[in-house]
């Protein structure tokens, strides 16, 4: 839910997430501050917030606080914040239902500050219902909270702007902020910092607004590398809020953070518990115990481990597995499914497809109980949907799980799965287990490993694409062709590319579509274009760019569908072909 932002207002730019720092007469914000919360009217920062009526600003009547000599900094422009406006630069709310959806405000301030911190699930469905309502062309707001130790989860969460109220606040009670917390500043025999501050024996408020810029820019950094939800997982296992707002989001918010997701490319660190309970993986898991068929043909099912290496079949271990396969007369009858957390069951036909191509998680051989439930929960879901005629496992440290599990499974592996013992055995389970089956030849079954693979990214789509195709390449460099025209190719980046003959399958179908105005693309395409998009549109999903049925162009979502609709500014669509380019 997080993103990097550019608020443009009345001439300036800020670029989001960003902190306002408080700039009183006893809580000056340091010079290098972008934005400043200050007493209303007194702003000389690049954006000042005006407050009125605060710890920091006493109410108009009650005495005016003279702000800090500022000259000789660059005038900037002031934002009043007015209480529940309907019309406006700005927005203060205490109830979401006290500002229409369509009011002019570009600015949302929740209020309510520090109370949060005592009610992280309401904070986590305070901050989905915000953003459902207002959508994602607003800056969102909430002051009070930040800290350096929360501020990765609250940019994870989607806040735009926070300030520094909260560290202000501590640092007048003599409490020293790090990356994992806060402990009284005279409790320290050695200073854990060298930032300028603490070098030079400055005031602890220096050091505090410092580590709050710091983890900004850790948090902006973790954004442009798309690991921001690694750096949330560990900022919570340190804060007890942040734990519950996160584990809230993952249990009770499923659906709006898969919103956001991307479905391909990126990485799955699984370095920590919370692994299990990422909507990405989420939604692998959910696809793969339900709407997932695998392919007809392969009557026997043959349980692997994963490797370090991804894709699995590119590791040394899973090339001994597949000449063991190939020695039992009949390999395409066997289907391979590998065994692995946090994804639990990754098919073979989809092991060069997001997450499961891009996740790492450490091999102990160790699973917790957590992980335990999962998989054996995924495999009895798995084959109540999908039947074989046996099921071969050649697991090892997995064996008792899977085992309680499919207790008719035939267990071919001791000790090491890739010893020549144990590929014999399993050379010779499969032997047994194919025999009576008819021989299936490699064409047919990558006619069905690309169907499967079509459905996994299109859905009952996927099947009207690939039927009575033919294929050209090998495998997975792939070409999709039917009636001489392409329409598509897979390669080693996983997911099927569309070609204009491809997209307008998927137009018929009103699936991964994305409508445009009356224009003929020569480029990318832009929100400020997009009339709508089907719902299942998400960041990385191959598109058919249409108007009125007519298939304009093929690409890759740069937005998810309602961020297409909601947004004015921002690439929507990364354009791959146009169908202006092929009349030029």
């Not at 699984?270 to 299990?276: E, I, Q, R």
């Not at 989809?350 to 109980?369: C, F, I, K, N, Q």
Request: glycine share 10%.
């Amino acid at each position: 839910m997080g993103r990097l932002g550019l608020w443009t207002h009345g001439g300036l730019e800020l670029r989001t997430p960003e902190v306002a720092f408080v700039d009183s007469e006893n809580f000056p914000a340091p010079k290098w501050a972008q934005v400043v919360a200050a007493q209303q009217g007194r702003g000389t920062r690049n954006l000042s917030i005006g407050v009125s009526g605060s710890f920091f600003f006493p109410r108009p009547g009650h005495g005016d606080i003279p702000l800090p000599d500022r000259s000789g900094m660059p005038p900037g422009m002031e934002l009043e914040i007015p209480r529940e406006a309907t019309r406006g630069d700005a927005a203060l709310v205490s109830s979401l239902v006290q500002v229409p959806s369509d009011a002019a405000v570009e600015l949302v301030v929740l209020e309510g500050g520090p109370s949060h911190l005592d009610r992280p699930k309401d904070f986590a469905r305070m901050i989905v219902d915000a953003r459902t309502k207002f959508g994602a062309g607003r800056v969102l707001a909430v002051p009070g909270i930040a800290a350096p130790h929360n501020l990765g989860v609250l940019v994870y969460c989607g806040i735009d702007l926070m300030d520094s109220s909260r560290i202000a606040y501590d640092s007048a009670r003599g409490l020293f902020h790090t990356a994992d917390g806060a402990v009284p500043r005279d409790s320290l025999e050695e200073i854990p910092c060298a930032c300028p501050s603490c070098a030079s024996g400055g005031p602890l408020l220096e050091h505090n607004d410092h580590m709050l810029r710091v983890e900004l820019a850790v948090a902006k950094t973790a954004l442009r590398h798309g690991t921001l939800r690694e750096l949330a997982e560990r900022r919570a296992m340190n804060d007890p809020w942040s734990t519950a707002v996160l584990r809230e989001l993952d249990l009770r918010h499923y659906e709006f953070q898969e919103l956001h997701y991307p479905v391909s490319n990126g990485a799955v660190k699984a370095y920590s518990p919370f692994a299990l309970s990422r909507p990405d993986v989420v939604r692998f898991q959910r696809f793969v115990s339900g709407l997932y068929r695998s392919p007809p043909s392969p009557r026997v099912l043959l349980l692997l481990p994963c490797s370090a290496r991804k894709p699995y079949s590119e590791s040394r271990t899973h090339r001994r597995f597949r000449e063991a396969i190939e020695a039992c007369g009949n390999p395409y009858a066997v289907h391979e499914v590998m065994v692995t957390s946090p994804l639990g069951l990754v098919p073979r036909e989809l092991e060069r497809t997001y997450p499961a191509a891009h996740y790492d998680v450490p091999v102990t051989g160790d699973w917790s109980r957590d992980e335990i439930g999962m998989l054996t929960g995924m495999l009895r879901a798995f084959l109540e949907r999908n039947r074989y005629d046996a099921v071969v496992a050649h697991v090892s440290t997995e064996a008792p799980f899977v085992r309680e599990a499919v207790p008719d499974a035939t267990f071919t592996a001791e000790g090491r799965t890739g010893s020549e013992e144990a590929l014999s055995r399993l050379t010779a389970a499969l032997r047994e287990a194919v025999a009576g089956i008819p021989a299936i030849g490699g064409a047919q079954r990558r006619s069905e490993d690309l169907a499967s693979l079509a459905r996994s990214q299109f859905g009952e789509a996927g099947d009207a694409l690939v039927a009575g195709a033919t294929l050209k390449g090998r495998w997975p460099f792939t070409r999709i062709f039917r009636g001489g025209q392409q329409l598509g190719m897979v390669t080693d980046r996983g997911p099927i590319s569309l070609t204009l003959p491809g997209g307008r399958v998927l137009a018929e179908k009103r699936v991964a579509c994305v409508e445009i105005e009356d224009f003929h693309p020569q480029g990318n395409i832009f929100a400020v274009g997009v009339t709508g998009a089907t719902p299942d549109v998400r960041v990385g999903s191959e598109v058919a760019v249409v108007h009125n049925g007519d298939v304009r162009a093929v690409g890759v979502a740069r937005m998810h569908h309602r961020e297409m609709v909601e947004l004015r500014r921002g690439e929507a669509v990364r354009a791959r072909h146009r169908e202006a380019s092929l009349k030029s």
